[in-house]
């Protein structure tokens, strides 16, 4: 009872002449070391918004609140609420909803006998992003808050940053985002009438856990460029290769719906997953109209023209050209080791060879068509 009395006494004694709308040294700046401690986050993708459950740490020193311990039982700290002690008029620069820009709320600090006053304010902070989705799902957008002193200058109060300015600790890793603080800055910005404030900002990076949308999305679409590659590797009269051909080309139609239904909105950046399945929707549906015209091609029976007999000849004459074209069948009516331009005798089968040409070409321009896409879309790190 003697300890409570005394620790009544004590309070009395320090607030009886305190005004709390003062700040403790009125002819002297006030040095706050500020800290953020984040501890959840939720990131909007459709809106670029982000939500940061944190602790803030304020402390400062109020020499109006000092006392001896000796003179009250050794008491070195008294726990004190918020709104009963001057504490800065902090703000957060960064809400999205503009009406949601207050003060901190109130909590308990802690005052110790040498006039250092700590307080721990809980606080969720509604940010807007940079939303960058142009590398989704490999994607990262950077985040910013802002906290400054509006109502008091950098005469009366100097923001400071407490170490580092953060401690992630306590931080729960979110299940979709990976969430790295990359700095803390101050700087201080001018305010009416010649004055300044201080403000506090901290940049984050969020970037996207990619495993799931690598098994949905990445996946299919490495297997829809191998198929669009194995539509040309088939035989040309073959049922097979058309209907290869067909279910290669819906599968593309089917993945975009899928991608496009996983996709936020993009903003001005065009997400490159779509632009890879939109390029390669186009080789695929190059593939579905190239077997039909070369099947046609194939079984025609008109003479040949001179240019396509020449080029055909020029193809069979050279060793990979005989390897790519002919078929075992045509290789054992075929020397190994040379064609003569003299024994071609224009063959029943020119337009065979013709259409294999045309095929294998397809191929080789498809698959420098994906390297260059994978090499501009791929993202750089």
């Known amino acids: 009872m003697e300890s409570i009395s005394q620790l009544l006494n004590l309070k009395r004694n320090l ?42 740490a304020l402390n400062w020193m109020d020499p109006q609140l000092i006392w001896t311990p000796s003179d009250y039982e050794e008491i070195t700290f008294v726990h004190v609420k918020s709104w009963q002690i001057w504490s800065p008029n902090l703000y957060a620069d960064t809400i999205a909803d503009i009406s949601d820009r207050n003060r901190l709320p109130t909590t308990e600090c802690l005052l110790y006998n040498s006039g250092l006053v700590s307080c721990v304010f809980a606080v969720k902070f509604i940010s807007k992003c940079n939303p960058d989705f142009t590398y989704w799902p490999y994607d990262k957008h950077q985040c910013r808050v802002t906290f400054f002193s509006w109502k008091e200058t950098t005469g009366q109060v100097n923001l400071q940053i407490d170490g580092t300015g953060i401690f992630m600790n306590d931080y729960i890793n979110d299940t979709m985002w990976d969430f790295k603080f990359i700095n803390s800055t101050k700087r201080v910005i001018n305010s009416t009438s010649n004055e300044t404030s201080p403000w506090i900002t901290y940049d984050f990076l969020l970037t996207r856990h990619h495993g799931k949308m690598n098994a949905s999305t990445i996946v299919p679409a490495i297997a829809l460029m191998m198929l669009t590659l194995v539509v040309l590797c088939l035989d040309l009269k073959s049922i097979e290769r058309v209907m290869v051909a067909c279910v290669n080309f819906i599968c593309h139609l089917l993945s975009m719906y899928v991608v496009q239904l996983h996709l936020p909105y993009n903003g001005a950046n065009t997400p490159h997953i779509l632009l890879f399945y939109r390029e390669s929707l186009g080789l695929a549906t190059f593939a579905l109209i190239l077997t039909a015209l070369l099947r046609k091609v194939e079984d025609m029976t008109t003479d040949i023209p001179s240019w396509i007999s020449l080029a055909t000849t020029f193809v069979l004459n050279n060793k990979a050209g005989r390897f790519l074209i002919l078929k075992d069948d045509d290789l054992k009516t075929t020397d190994r080791d040379n064609v003569n331009e003299e024994n071609t005798n224009a063959p029943k089968s020119s337009w065979k060879y013709f259409s294999t040409i045309i095929d294998w070409l397809s191929f080789f321009c498809i698959v420098l068509t994906y390297a260059i896409v994978l090499i501009i879309l791929l993202p750089v790190s």
């Open 15 to 56: 607030f009886c002449d305190y005004d709390n709308n003062a700040t403790p040294n009125p002819s002297k700046t006030t040095n706050v070391s500020l800290s953020l401690m984040p501890k959840i986050l939720d990131f909007d993708e459709e809106n670029g918004d982000i939500s940061l459950h944190s602790w803030i």
